[in-house]
């Protein structure tokens, strides 16, 4: 027997999602079936998901939890009578707030995740399109107008990283791979010409060597580029690299993609440029 | 005078500025600085945003609103004794939702943007390659393996949307795009080639002309490229290639990137294949 949990919008759902997930993490030993219902915005959509929620309180045997970011009322009353324990986020603390605040909330819909300010959103998008064109350490010339540059070796997770920063924060990072072609005559990682100009922005990424392996068998199985061998000596190099130009460094061995950019950010300082409104 | 919010984690920091922008975004026409505090993990952090907040109160003359997801209970106390409006997420709705699951929570850090299960996080990782790969009519060939193709004019929004939906959802989504390659003697756009055997997998994305003039402009000033006619003409020959065919589509225009992947996921039924733990 198994509970489900509705995430419930009259937007993008994001808000009430990332709340109830945030909760719910909090019961690990329980199963709940988590499901997302976005722009629930009229009376009809609102009557067809209580059908819903009735008709999978008595499947699971369970009653299910709701968790609405909904604003309006004839809206959430139609959802309020199907079976369910709410966790109701806008009524619990949209009063404390219009108390302090001494201001009555609008009431509107789906602020946050919406378009906003158009500059700031042409910020957004030019970010994103500017990690693209510097991936894997494409177009260097443009290393003047990075907000950072991300190091480290294939598959450390340089990429997603740029991206995520791009796509939440509007911060514009460049990446750029370590590889043999760094190599000293000693054998040891030199500072790559193109980024010597931009020490002072260059973050380094590094991993678990084994992590690192399974990561890159999945790309090229059975090459020397997944050996462990190689994998080990490349995240040796790399960390020696960081250690000699205090490069500041994390290991995103256990990290989600979320984890190593906040703390990146977190880190160095870097001022987002973007933020959801 | 203006009033500070802090956002207030030991993880990411992103569930209660998630909630918190949300929250206060009902007040728009009040001025409120939001800074967000994330990996307030020790006493020594706490103490000092203690004092950090303390000095906010004093210069903005002005109660601090402060929304916090923290789960250990000393960390909360040091930042309880600073001056402040509080939104206690966790303690709000915990407390209920342990009576209602007749269970207690673990009151764990961080459990929502860790990196959870490894395949699934795999997968999200190989969806963000997945469109790198298949950007822009890249790769044409892995088309087979794609859940759905973004089809539209250039910069209407296929690359960041793409992105997007593999970050977000581990989506593997490929985009391609719209030109004058694929037009036929009548000045129609046939159905492209490479996309007539995944036709059941295309959503088609449009914009008003006028805007997209103005976000080409930003890229190519002064060329056809970014002239209105140039811009209404594809917008024009776009939608009438997505009706003809029957490809569902949406106007992007007013819409922020995770308005436009949401709704995509939302009308196409789309299934994701990562979420935040």
Redesign the interface.
């Known amino acids: 027997m198994s ?1 489900t949990a509705f995430f419930i919008s009259d ?5 009430a999602e ?2 109830g ?10 199963e709940i079936r ?1 499901v997302t219902k ?2 629930i915005d009229s009376t009809e959509k609102a009557q067809q998901l209580a059908d819903v929620i009735q008709a999978t309180a008595a499947r699971d045997g369970e ?1 299910p ?1 709701i968790i609405d ?1 909904i ?1 309006d009322q004839t809206i959430r009353g139609i959802i309020s009578q199907a079976p369910g ?1 709410k ?1 109701d ?2 009524t ?3 009063a ?2 219009e108390e ?2 001494k ?1 009555h ?4 819909v ?7 300010q158009d500059d700031v ?2 910020h ?3 970010s ?2 500017f990690a ?1 064109d510097n ?1 894997d350490g494409a177009r260097v010339s443009q290393y003047d107008t990075a907000d950072v540059i991300l190091v480290g070796v294939s598959r450390c ?1 340089k ?2 990283t740029s ?2 920063l791009a ?1 939440q924060f509007g911060i514009r990072a460049a990446n750029y791979p370590l590889t043999e072609d760094d190599l000293d005559e000693d054998g040891n990682l030199k500072m790559p010409r193109a980024l010597a100009p931009h020490r002072h922005k260059l973050f380094g990424l590094t991993i678990d060597p084994r992590r690192l392996a399974a ?1 890159r068998t ?1 790309r090229r199985p059975n090459s020397r580029y997944c050996s462990i061998d190689q994998c080990l000596q490349e995240v040796q190099q790399a960390e020696a690299l960081y250690r000699r130009f205090h490069i500041p460094y994390i290991d995103t061995t ?6 190593i950019s ?2 990146l950010i ?1 880190e160095t300082g870097l001022q987002r440029r973007f ?3």
Do not use: C, N
């Open positions: 509970r937007g993008t759902g994001i808000t990332t709340l997930r945030s909760l719910l993490a909090q019961f690990e030993s329980l988590m976005p722009y009653t939890i970011t604003v324990f966790v986020v806008f619990t603390f949209l404390p707030l302090e605040l201001v909330s609008s009431y509107s789906g602020r946050t995740h919406s378009i906003g959103y042409m957004r998008i030019d994103v399109h693209l991936d997770g990429t997603p991206l995520y796509l990561i999945e256990r990290f989600s993609i979320e984890e906040t703390r977190a933020s959801p409104r």
